[in-house]
C-alpha cells in the first residue's frame, strides 16, 4: 500500500520504535500530570511501558467523585479553565475539557482510515450540544481540510433532505442512524449516491448492517473512543480488528484490577492518553475487549483488540451484599495457582446461591478457595474445579443467571 494512503508515518514504524516513543511520551506525560494537575501530585514517576501496571487506576466512578469534591475537573487538568476551547458535560455527570490544540480528540487518523480526504464534505449526524461527540468528529474531519455540515441528531427527514441538496461524500453518527437516513430518502425519492463513506461509533455496528451496507456500495468503517478519551482505536478497510490510535497506550486488565492479561485473554480496558491538557493515565474504560495477535493486513503496525465485547462492571447483589470482579481477582491472588475462574450466582428456590468454577490441575484447592472466597465476599459459596482452557474466554467474572425480575 502506497505510504499517502496513511495518516503518516507513524502508523507504520516498528514497534521497537513505537515502543520506544511511548516509553518517552509516557515519562513526559507522567511528569506533566505530577507538576501541573493537582490530584496527581504524588503519582509515583515511571518511565517506561513495562512499569505502567505499578501506577494507580482511575475509575469512571472515582472520575465522578474527585469533580464533584473539586470542581470542574477534578485537579486532573494541567490547562486552566480561561483557556480551554470547550466545556463539556457528559451523563455522570462527568465534566471534559476541550482545549484549542487542532485535532484535540485525534479523530482525522481514523476518519483518514475511513477514506476521508481533504475537500471531502463531512455530514456529521453527533450531537452538538452538553457531549463532545459532535465536536470529536468535526475537529477530526477539519485537521484533513474537510468541510463539516453540523447535522446533530433526529429531524430524519431533514437530514435526508440536506443530503440531496449538498451532496455529502461521508456520514458521520451511530451505526444505525446512516440506515435510517438513506431509507427515508429512498421513500422520498431522493439521490443520496453522493454518500459513499460513512464513519460509525457509539453504538453496535452489527454484522447485518454491516452486510446492508456493502449492498448498497457503501464503505462503512467503525471507531471505539470515549467522551474522556477522544479516540482509542479504529478500523481499517481490512476490517480485521481495530487498530489502537497512535496517542493512547492501552492495556487489557483482568475486570476490576490493574493486572494485565496476556494477549488473547478478554478483559477490561485501561487507556493512557498522551494528550498534555487532561492526563487520564490508566482510566478504566469499563469495556471489554483483548489484543488481537500480529498486525493488520493493510500494513499498519500497532497493535489491535477485538472491538467492544461487552461490560466489565458485573457486580451482583447477593443476600443483600454486593459481589464485585475485585473481589474474585482478591481470590485469585490468594490462590495463585488458578488460572481463571468465574462466579456462578443462581437461585435455589428463593435463595441466592454461588459457585466458583476454577480452572486449576490441583482439586485440593477447593478448601482454600471456599475459604478465600468468604474472606473476600463474606458470603459462603461452593467452589467447582474445573480443566485447565474450559472456561470461556470472553472476560466474564461473575455470572449471575438469576432470572430477571418482571
Known sequence: MALNAYFDDLEI????????????????????????????????????????HCLPVTRKSALIAQQAA??????????????????????????????????????????????????????????????????????GARALGCPVFPAGTGN??????????????????????????????DE?????????????????????????????????LQSYGTADLGLVAYESEAREGLILDEGVIVEI???????????????????????????????????????????SPCGRTNR?????????DQAAKVRGLFVRPEQIAEVLRAVPHVARARLIIALEGERDVMCLRAEASDATLAPTLEAALQAATKLRGAVEIVPLGSLPNDGKVIDDTRPVPG
Open 188 to 220: 422520498l425519492r431522493l439521490d443520496l449516491g453522493s454518500l459513499v463513506l460513512g464513519h460509525v461509533t457509539g453504538g453496535a455496528y452489527l454484522p447485518s448492517l454491516r452486510a446492508w451496507y456493502a449492498e448498497r456500495g457503501l464503505t462503512v
Open 70 to 139: 473539586s470542581p470542574p475537573f477534578g485537579g486532573m487538568v494541567t490547562t486552566r479553565l480561561g483557556q480551554l476551547a470547550r466545556v463539556f458535560i457528559s451523563p455522570g455527570p462527568i465534566v471534559e475539557p476541550e482545549a484549542p490544540s487542532p485535532d484535540y480528540w485525534r479523530f482525522a487518523r481514523a476518519l483518514h482510515a475511513t477514506g476521508l480526504r481533504a475537500g471531502d464534505l463531512l455530514h456529521n449526524c453527533f450531537a452538538y450540544h452538553f457531549t463532545p461527540a459532535g465536536s470529536m468528529l468535526e475537529s
Open 253 to 295: 486488565v483482568r475486570p476490576g484490577t490493574g493486572d494485565p492479561l496476556p494477549d488473547g485473554e478478554v478483559g477490561e480496558v485501561l487507556v493512557t492518553t498522551l494528550n498534555p491538557h487532561y492526563p487520564l493515565i490508566r482510566f478504566a474504560t469499563g469495556d471489554l475487549s483483548a489484543i488481537l495477535p500480529g498486525i
Open 304 to 312: 489491535r483488540i477485538r472491538g467492544w465485547l461487552g461490560r466489565a
Open 13 to 52: 514504524r516498528s514497534q521497537d520504535a513505537r515502543e520506544n516513543a511511548l516509553s518517552q511520551a509516557l515519562a513526559r506525560q507522567v511528569a506533566q500530570a505530577r507538576a501541573h494537575a493537582p490530584h496527581y501530585a504524588t503519582l509515583p514517576e515511571c518511565g517506561t511501558l513495562a512499569a505502567l
Open 156 to 185: 430524519t427527514e431533514q437530514q435526508a433532505r440536506a443530503a440531496a441538496q449538498l451532496r455529502p461524500r461521508c456520514y458521520s453518527g451511530t451505526p444505525d442512524f446512516l440506515k435510517t437516513i438513506l431509507e427515508k430518502a
